[in-house]
T-cell receptor
Framework: SQTIHQWPATLVQPVGSPLSLECTVEGTSNPNLYWYRQAAGRGLQLLFYSVGIGQISSEVPQNLSASRPQDRQFILSSKKLLLSDSGFYLC??????????FGPGTRLTVL | KQEVTQIPAALSVPEGENLVLNCSFTDSAIYNLQWFRQDPGKGLTSLLLIQSSQREQTSGRLNASLDKSSGRSTLYIAASQPGDSATYLCAVSLGGNNRLAFGKGNQVVVIP
């Protein structure tokens, strides 16, 4: 069976500090991978998606970047965090046009 | 731009009543529609996936219908239980690479 992991689970960072969130998927190959953000009072917003190693598409211009160094690894990064980067970050995977499965999320608070 | 709306934003029902949650979307050119459940502080759990060629899907007490032409989906939860209390999210696939557009959710409280 497939599982998806995210870490860390929670993170408190000062404004201007760097960020690295990691997502890994087990039990599948060549998945599509996604990063979403859920901010207070707002719906889930798609940030990035990837259809293969090194292939990243950005949905929203922002202070964040993503990378996919391995088939089942997806990383979300920032060089300098802003207050507005606070939120709940969710990683997801899917194959083709079937169900999308989500990880447990990372709660990021920028102070 | 695809917009997804879920009404009502929040509702409370007594235990045993049937739940009806509505989702509407502005662009009918979708590949699929997915309903999720989210508990506070947790990730999303997939409940049902309806492909664009399907009219409904059922799983246990859950039934979801899809009317693509009118841009609507409804999630029915029969005989609600306190454990059904959660936020329910509707998402439509934007096509290429199965990107999802989400509604803001229906926050449900089932009162024992």
């Amino acid at each position: 069976s497939q599982t998806i992991h995210q870490w860390p689970a929670t993170l408190v960072q000062p404004v201007g500090s760097p960020l690295s969130l990691e997502c890994t998927v087990e039990g599948t190959s060549n998945p599509n991978l996604y990063w979403y953000r859920q901010a207070a009072g707002r719906g889930l917003q798609l940030l990035f998606y990837s259809v293969g190693i090194g292939q990243i598409s950005s949905e929203v211009p922002q202070n964040l970047s993503a990378s996919r160094p391995q088939d089942r690894q997806f990383i979300l990064s920032s060089k300098k965090l802003l207050l507005s980067d606070s939120g709940f970050y969710l990683c997801a995977w899917t194959r083709d046009f079937y169900e999308q499965f989500f990880g447990p999320g990372t709660r990021l608070t920028v102070l | 731009k695809q917009e997804v709306t879920q009404i009502p934003a929040a509702l409370s029902v007594p235990e045993g009543e049937n739940l009806v949650l509505n989702c509407s979307f502005t662009d009918s050119a979708i590949y699929n529609l997915q309903w999720f459940r989210q508990d506070p502080g947790k990730g999303l759990t997939s409940l049902l996936l309806i492909q664009s060629s399907q009219r409904e899907q059922t799983s246990g007490r859950l039934n979801a219908s899809l009317d693509k032409s009118s841009g609507r989906s409804t999630l029915y939860i029969a005989a609600s239980q306190p454990g059904d209390s959660a936020t329910y999210l509707c998402a439509v696939s934007l096509g290429g690479n199965n990107r999802l557009a989400f509604g803001k959710g229906n926050q449900v409280v089932v009162i024992p």
